[in-house]
Structure formats: structure tokens, C-alpha cells
């Protein structure tokens, strides 16, 4: 078979065999080949070319905020380290203070004689109670406002060991009388420290204590400026709560009608006065109602209603009667049937036994309950 196609130079036919034509078909179709695939591996380049610099780019973008981040970190870890050694010098301040004041109160104990050992031990753990206090106080006024606790601080704490001990005497009033209102008078007015109205379970007012704390030295001018404060407040008792008591006074002691203590004894006396005070109102309020009440009893037993319940009592001890006889007959009806059974069991328990010896004779167990008093 031939194959003619025409000439692209000279326009002649030009007749070609099939096989020749099948061998340029196929040169044709490597040389397409080659070159799709040369294309396909310059495009495979260029798109791996392309998503390098893609990737570079962004790792220089992400390294370059991740510097930034640890740069940032860096700053704050210097901050939070140096807020650190701060508060590693707060709190070695604080314990060198701890340590010094241990020291301090070791040498004073040391210092003491044996037999008023156990005294001042209850002392110095009042004053360190007390001293705790005050350091709240002080720290509570500081953050309230800065300048005036640095004015105060200045100024000395004597006005403030003041604040304190009241503090504590109305913290301990409220938790051993709770029903008991205490209200303390506010800083500025005449009138001592702490009232406290004397209720019982009922919430019956029986008498109103005044309360005046110190901290200064002792001076007899506080004695009538609380029996005139006592008077302006209505006040039952009056209590002056003291820590340097006076010579002559080694517990309490009443001073022109007013009561001078220290803060150790205070709880203790004021339970005494409370009860005093409640007996005093009790008397009191008995006194006042006696006749009133001699008059009811009288017309409530002159009542029908007192005769009605009387004869509801009499009639039923009557029937509590009635039903006591009736059980006792019966009672002894059911113990004279069960005393004759048991005199039946018992007789014929002794019958079959005698039958037994007499068979079994001396093979037989003796019986103590069966015996003479003779041993038969």
C-alpha cells in the first residue's frame, strides 16, 4: 500500500510507503513526548522554585516573631525575677524581726525569779497577743490611708495600743455573752469605751456595764471622769480595764464604785457582775409582781376551770384504782393455774426419775433438786 502526500516545497505528489510512514509517525510522537516532558519538568521546577521561596518567607516571618516573643518573655522574667528578690527581702526582714523579738522574749523569761515564773508567762503571751493586734491595726490603718498611719506612726502608738485593747476587750465581751448587745462608743465622744446591755435568753434588759480601757500610766484622775461617765450613759457598773495597775491593787478592787482590773481578770469579773446583775433584775421584777400574782392564783382557785381539772384528777386516779384491782385479780388467777402445773411437772418429774433408779439403780446420775436434806 502506498501513501502519497504532497510536496511543501516544490507542490509535487510523493507517493510513501506505510511502514516509512508508521516510523515518522512514531519519531513525530517521541519528539511531542520529549518535549510535554521537558515542559512538565521545567513547570515542576519552577513550582518547587515558587513554594521554597514560599516556605523561606514565612520562616523568616515566624523566626523573626518568635524572637520578638522570647524578647518579650525575657523582659518579663526579669520583672517577675527582680518582684521576687523584693519579696525574698520583705519576708527575710520579717523573720530577722521574728527572730529578734524570740531572743527578746527568751532573755526576759531568763531573766525572771522561779516562783513568778508562770505569771509572767501569762503576761508576755497577753502583751504579744496584744502586740499582734496592734500590728493588724497598724497594717489595716495603712492601707486605708498611708499618710495618716506614717503621721500616727510619727506621733507614737500610744492612742493606738489604746485602739487596740479595746478591740480586743470587745471581741472577747461578744464571744463569751452572746446575748448580750455590746456596742462600743465611737472615737470622739465623752463617754469611755465599750456598753454593754445586759440581756438574758428572753432579751430582757437586767442592767447596762460601762467599759473604760488604758494602756498609760496609772493616774487617780480616770476614776471620777468614769463614775461621770457612767452617769451620762445610765450605766449599771461601771469597769476600768487597766494595764499598770496601781501598787496596792493586785487583781481587781472596787475604787470609789468603780471597778479597776487588768485584762486578765476582766472576763472572769465580768461574769461575776453579768450574774449579779441578773439576780438583782430577777428580785427585782419578783418583787413587783408578788401581789398580782398572790390575786390570780387566788381567783384561778376559786374557778370552775381549777374545780373541773381537780375532779379530772380525782376521777382518774378512781379509774387508775379500778384497773389496778382488775389486773391484780387477774394476775393472781394466772399465777395460782401456773403454781398447779408446776407442782404437776415437778411430781411427775420425781415419778419418772423413781421409775428410772428403780431400773437403772446406782447407773443413774443423782439429782440434787430430787434429794433429802438426809442425802436419800
Not at 522554585?49 to 523566626?63: G, P, Q, S, V, W
Not at 499618710?147 to 500610744?158: E, I, N, P, T, V
Not at 439576780?279 to 413587783?288: D, G, N, P, R
Not at 411427775?348 to 421409775?355: A, K, L, P
Request: a negative charge; glycine letters at 4%; aromatic letters at 4%.
Amino acid at each position: 500500500m502506498t501513501t502519497k502526500f504532497k510536496c511543501p516545497h516544490c507542490g509535487e505528489q510523493i507517493e510513501v510507503s506505510e511502514a516509512l510512514t508508521h516510523q515518522i509517525e512514531e519519531q513525530v510522537l517521541e519528539s511531542l513526548k520529549d518535549d510535554h516532558k521537558r515542559q512538565l519538568q521545567d513547570a515542576i521546577k519552577n513550582a518547587e522554585e515558587n513554594a521554597l521561596k514560599k516556605i523561606n518567607e514565612k520562616y523568616l516571618h515566624d523566626l523573626n516573631n518568635a524572637k520578638k516573643e522570647a524578647d518579650e518573655e525575657r523582659q518579663r522574667s526579669n520583672k517577675l525575677l527582680n518582684q521576687l528578690e523584693n519579696l525574698n527581702d520583705e519576708i527575710r526582714k520579717l523573720r530577722r524581726k521574728d527572730e529578734e523579738r524570740d531572743l527578746e522574749m527568751k532573755r526576759k523569761l531568763a531573766s525572771e525569779e522561779e516562783e513568778i515564773r508562770e505569771d509572767a508567762a501569762k503576761i508576755e503571751r497577753e502583751k504579744a497577743s496584744l502586740d499582734i493586734a496592734e500590728m493588724k491595726k497598724k497594717l489595716e490603718d495603712t492601707q486605708k490611708a498611708l499618710s495618716d498611719a506614717q503621721s500616727k506612726a510619727k506621733q507614737g502608738s500610744q492612742q493606738l495600743q489604746g485602739e487596740v485593747l479595746e478591740l480586743d476587750l470587745e471581741e472577747k465581751l461578744k464571744n463569751s455573752f452572746v446575748y448580750d448587745e455590746i456596742n462600743p462608743i465611737g472615737k470622739g465622744v465623752q463617754g469611755a469605751d465599750i456598753l454593754q446591755i445586759v440581756r438574758n435568753q428572753t432579751g430582757k434588759v437586767a442592767g447596762v456595764i460601762l467599759w473604760e480601757t488604758k494602756r498609760a500610766k496609772w493616774t487617780t484622775s480616770w476614776i471620777p471622769k468614769l463614775k461621770e461617765d457612767g452617769r451620762k450613759n445610765d450605766a449599771t457598773m461601771t469597769v476600768l480595764v487597766c494595764e499598770n495597775l496601781p501598787n496596792d491593787i493586785e487583781h481587781f478592787k472596787v475604787m470609789n464604785g468603780v471597778v479597776v482590773t487588768s485584762l486578765s481578770y476582766c472576763l472572769s469579773l465580768a461574769a461575776i457582775l453579768r450574774r449579779n446583775l441578773m439576780l438583782i433584775a430577777q428580785a427585782k421584777s419578783t418583787s413587783v409582781n408578788k401581789d398580782e400574782k398572790l390575786e390570780l392564783l387566788y381567783e384561778y382557785i376559786q374557778s370552775d376551770a381549777f374545780r373541773h381539772r381537780f375532779e379530772a384528777f380525782a376521777d382518774g386516779i378512781v379509774a387508775m384504782e379500778g384497773d389496778l384491782l382488775t389486773e391484780r385479780r387477774s394476775m393472781e388467777r394466772i399465777w395460782k393455774k401456773r403454781e398447779t402445773q408446776i407442782k404437776r411437772i415437778q411430781l411427775n418429774t420425781s415419778r419418772m426419775f423413781g421409775e428410772l433408779q428403780g431400773v437403772m439403780g446406782n447407773a443413774l446420775p443423782d439429782i440434787k433438786t430430787l434429794k433429802l436434806e438426809s442425802g436419800e
